[in-house]
């Protein structure tokens, strides 16, 4: 079984600048013998669940069109972390995050911004921007 936890998030004056971190933890045999998809996700209150950044298993990277040239995704060679820095923080962006995985012996057709897609969830980091 796949852990996520995912921690960084703050209260933050629009403008500010945070960096959310997601841990992941329990890739049986090793992490090189799985395709590994990963993504940033969030939800704010009476809203979907929508994708914001992702990442996958060649390290090719897609980024939700409201948070280009601000957020960067990014992870670590073992993908044991996953992280996203937020530059130009807006009160728009405020949202509980989430980190996702997909993690399975063989890759396959990916929509990067589906929750469907994905077989692992963290618990969620909550970021509020204020005006």
């Known amino acids: 079984q796949v852990q996520l936890v995912e921690s960084g998030g703050d209260s933050v004056q629009a403008g500010g600048s945070l960096r959310l971190s997601c841990t992941a933890s329990g890739y049986r045999d090793g992490y090189s013998r799985y395709c590994i998809h990963m993504a940033w996700f969030r939800q704010a209150p009476g809203k979907l669940r929508e994708g914001v950044a992702a990442?996958?298993?060649?390290?090719?990277?897609r980024y939700r069109d409201s948070v280009k040239g601000r957020f960067t995704i990014s992870q670590d060679n073992a993908k044991s972390n996953l992280y996203l820095q937020m530059d130009g923080l807006k009160p728009e962006d405020t949202a509980m995050y989430y980190c996702?995985?997909?993690?399975?012996?063989?890759?396959?057709?990916?929509?990067?911004?589906?929750?469907?897609?994905?077989?692992?969830w963290g618990q969620g980091t909550q970021v509020t921007v204020s005006a």
């Open positions: 990442i996958d298993n060649d390290g090719s990277t």
């Open positions: 996702a995985a997909y993690v399975f012996r063989l890759c396959a057709t990916w929509d990067p911004f589906a929750s469907s897609a994905y077989n692992y």
